[in-house]
């Protein structure tokens, strides 16, 4: 039995690879404590104005089949049923709720296809142990239940992040505090409410949207160290595969002057195709950096590559400028030193950048947007993941991005033991990929994965 714990996107996908793949009976479990299969953090969200950040016609969920989330979303009964507007075009941005239904059904028609040989089952629960044997290992769940396996592909997510300021803030335990922002409900305020949003990332215009569509009136004060949006997208003539030639660059520097040199040649109007043809070489480019090259990225060029590598789908970035002519948003760069809290709300200090005078600034709600923590030396509450680091099988990276991993996705754990029974996928493989929390990356991790998984499947193995 192949054990898929998580049924985010990566796990669902991984399921599908494996109902599409295997050529011999076998059984999949997958575990996940909330039911809705597929959607996970990213595609769970009720809210239709939350928009997937990247066209129809790029988010396939099968890496040889380009149109097959477009041709999915345009058969007539998803059209009747899921569309308000009509069939949608390859450069529409559709909602990330319907892309959660596509997941769940990609994953439905891999299993009830008349060739599959697997089956799937799918489990409400939560796994806190996995104990790893000589021919697979055990799981066990929060009801107690165990069940042996013989692989566990580890499909967790990220991390919830952290507090924005260290240390116990007694502001942080406040009804006016939201830790989690993707929590059911947790994107409400009172509609004159003056809000404080921490992090300038697509999460935060997340938050933004759900508050308009509930017709909030209230200000918005939005802020982060480099005060950065992700820049919009906008049409873009795409760019030659300027790294195809190789080789690869080892420095940063070395990088950014080629990157700066292909956008002056295309017009720095153009800067967005030239990025674009960066994306099939960045988990080469990532690999053949040095350790302190990488560092040197993370400290001076993350905030840039950020901005403009994971972009805003047009309709959110006019509505920002709306409520930045209404007076209604104010973005301030800088860094949070306090929260006092009294019966009307909260007073935020702030610093912000290039000034020696602090802001007090009132609201009445501050929600958390910095995005995942990766650090797995951080304290976090999921048990399986406190014991699997405790036990030596899984151990963070060097860079504190993610999870060691070798090329085939099996742990490297603290005494570089390898795991080949367990498999990692998506964000905890930031690392060893850079890249590796989107779609077109998840996608090919699932087919990996699933064959890799598969390799000891054998006629007879099981019933
Ligand atoms: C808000 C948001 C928007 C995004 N938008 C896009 C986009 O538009 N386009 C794009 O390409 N990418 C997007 N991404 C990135 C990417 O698609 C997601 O990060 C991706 O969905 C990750 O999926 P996952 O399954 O790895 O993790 P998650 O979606 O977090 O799913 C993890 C699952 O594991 C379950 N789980 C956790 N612990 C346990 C346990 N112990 N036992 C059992 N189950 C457990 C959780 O309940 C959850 O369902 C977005 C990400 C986010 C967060």
């Not at 993941?385 to 504190?400: E, F, K, Q, S």
Request: net charge neutral.
């Amino acid at each position: 039995m192949i054990a898929i714990i998580g049924g985010g996107a990566s796990g669902a996908l991984t399921a599908a690879q494996i109902g599409l793949q295997a050529t011999v009976p076998c059984r999949v479990v997958l575990f996940d404590p909330s039911d809705h299969l597929g959607q996970g953090l990213a595609y769970g969200t009720r809210n239709f104005a939350h928009l997937l950040n990247v066209p129809a016609g790029k988010i396939s969920a099968f890496p040889d089949q380009p149109n097959h989330f477009l041709e999915w979303l345009n058969r007539p009964a998803n059209v009747a049923t899921l569309l308000r507007d009509g069939p949608v075009a390859a450069g529409d941005f559709v909602s990330r709720a319907i892309y959660g239904c596509y997941i769940a059904s990609v994953v439905e028609e891999a299993f009830s296809h008349p060739a599959c040989v697997a089956s799937l089952d799918v489990r409400a629960s939560r796994v806190v142990d996995f104990i790893p044997t000589a021919t697979g290992g055990t799981i066990v769940t929060s009801d107690g239940d165990t069940e042996d396996i013989s692989h566990a592909v580890l499909a967790l997510g990220n991390l919830p992040p952290r507090d924005p300021l260290p240390g116990r803030h007694p502001f942080f335990r406040s009804q006016r505090y939201v830790p989690l922002v993707w929590k059911a409900g947790a994107m409400e305020a009172e509609p004159d409410d003056d809000v404080l949003i921490v992090g300038t990332g697509l999460t935060s215009v997340d938050v933004i949207l759900a508050l308009e569509a509930s017709g909030h009136r209230g200000k918005y004060i939005v802020t982060s160290r480099g005060g950065r949006w992700p820049q919009p997208h906008a049409p873009s003539p795409s760019h030659h595969d300027y790294l195809a030639a190789g080789p690869l660059p080892h420095s940063i520097n070395a990088l950014a002057r080629i990157v700066r040199n292909e956008i002056a040649s295309a017009g720095p109007e153009n800067w967005r195709g030239v990025i674009d043809a960066l994306r099939p070489h960045t988990q080469a480019l990532w690999k053949n950096l040095p350790l302190p090259e990488k560092r040197k990225f993370l400290r001076h060029l993350r905030p840039f590559w950020e901005s403009h590598r994971h972009r805003m789908p047009p309709t959110a970035w006019r509505m920002l400028e709306k409520l930045r002519a209404e007076e209604r948003l104010e973005l301030i760069p800088g860094r949070l030193v306090d929260f006092i809290e009294d019966e009307n709300g909260v007073v935020v200090h702030l610093k912000p950048k290039k000034s020696q005078e602090l802001r007090n600034l009132k609201v009445q709600r501050v929600f958390n947007c910095i995005g995942p923590e990766s650090n797995f030396r951080q304290h976090f509450n999921e048990p399986l993941l406190i014991n699997l680091l405790a036990r030596g099988v899984l151990h963070p990276d060097p860079l504190l991005l993610g999870l060691e991993s070798t090329e085939n996705f099996e742990p490297i754990g603290a005494k570089g033991r390898i795991s080949p029974q367990i498999s990692l996928i998506g964000p905890p493989l930031r690392g060893m990929l850079w890249e590796t929390t989107a779609i077109p990356e998840i996608r090919v991790q699932a087919t990996k994965v699933a064959a890799y998984a598969l390799r000891n499947v054998q006629p007879g193995w099981e019933i």
